[in-house]
């Protein structure tokens, strides 16, 4: 076996180092960055009050009003208002709130006739002529609707980045509120909230739960964008925001699998807590924030709200350790059933 200089040793042993150094940096370097885009997050689950920059009212329901001439009458009904139609103006007059609606409608004298601007579930705007008639029992003007804000409700917050101050919620198209008005132009504000109530959710008859806030404290930050996936923003003051958890890593469609997962749901007071679920189906190519099926079965859960409810949605689901999803909807005959949307999905 012939012998090696000494210098020629030297030299292998140098270019050994040289290779050695270079490739534990790059795979150093590799390790790294596959760390940095791992994207860590807050899960939400709190309940929050959306206030959106919009107005009008939203006819809940028509009804009779009995006039002080002892008759009943519908002027609403009868001019072709219906349920789900938004109020937006009374005699060209900009109608903001249920307060502005009732304001504008008792500066009107008897038997004047009045336009109403509204818009249609259609998203088409269109002028009624109403006459509204005075009520016996207190004396003020009406047309015989039941209102509410149009801009207004309560959802959950999905995450908190706490690096970029990012927030997510909802988990569906918030663009039916205020119909004729595209989503991405939908902005405002979120707000703490406390939950005082649950309708609980039966074979037919989707749940709700009742939330209460004040626009005038406690806000949380900005919505800057909405789309069919939820509202995203700003949070401008993370000290009225609610955790049970550290951040943990966005988990990708692919890390979804059938099985136990968790979902933070905020269903009374302030306090968010986690319940159980298994998800039984995933369909890696929907579309319309049904991505996952999942069935609770968290006993309390059940016990409390029948199941999935109005206002939980948004709610974050966790398996592994990872965010992975966001409740969106609920089976209408079976509560205990809901769909959620992959998380990917809502960071788009």
């Known amino acids: 076996m012939p012998l090696l200089s000494r210098k020629r040793v030297g030299f292998i042993i140098t270019v050994f180092f040289v290779f050695l150094v270079f490739f534990g940096i790059s795979a150093e370097a590799e390790e790294d960055g596959n760390a940095a885009a791992e994207k860590f997050v807050v899960p939400g ?35 072709g208002i219906v349920s789900g139609d938004i109020i937006t103006a009374i005699n ?12 504008k409608l008792n500066t009107l004298e008897d038997t004047e006739e009045v336009k109403v601007t509204l818009k249609t579930s259609q998203g088409t705007e269109e002028t009624k002529s ?16 039941w209102v509410k804000d149009a801009a207004s ?26 119909a004729g008005i595209a989503s991405g132009e939908i902005t405002g504000d979120i707000f703490k909230s406390e939950i005082v109530g649950v309708r609980r959710g039966e074979s037919g008859t989707p749940g709700e739960l009742i939330g209460v806030y004040s626009e005038n404290k406690l806000k949380i930050g ?4 909405s789309n069919e996936f939820g509202i995203v923003g700003t949070v401008s003051n993370p000290e009225n925001l609610n955790s049970m958890r550290q951040p943990i890593p966005i988990g990708g469609r692919d890390s979804v699998s059938l099985g136990e997962a968790i979902i933070c749901s905020n269903v009374e007071g302030t306090k968010i807590q986690e319940f159980t679920i298994e998800i039984v189906e995933i ?16 006993e309390s859960l059940i016990q409390k709200t029948g199941g ?8 974050p689901i966790i398996q592994n350790d990872k965010i992975i999803g966001s409740v969106t909807h609920v089976l209408v005959n079976e509560p205990t059933m809901g769909y959620g949307i992959f998380i990917e999905n809502m960071q788009k």
């Open 222 to 225: 900005a919505i800057s964008q």
């Open 45 to 79: 689950g709190q309940s929050v009050g959306v206030s959106l920059d919009l107005s009008g009212v939203y006819v809940d329901g028509l009804g009779d009003v009995e006039t002080e001439g002892g008759a009943s009458a519908s002027p609403a009904k009868s001019a």
């Open 283 to 298: 369909n890696q190519n929907s579309d319309c924030g049904k991505d996952i099926v999942f069935k609770v079965t968290d």
């Open 92 to 103: 060209d007059d900009p109608v903001k709130t249920v307060d502005d609606f009732r304001k």
């Open 153 to 178: 409700g309560v959802g959950t917050i999905t995450y908190y980045d706490p690096q970029t101050k990012e927030f997510a919620a909802v988990g569906h198209s918030i663009s039916n509120v205020n």
């Open 130 to 145: 109403v006459v509204p008639v005075r009520a016996s029992e207190d004396g003020s003007m009406k047309i015989g609707v």
């Open 308 to 315: 999935i409810v109005r206002g939980m949605s948004g709610s």
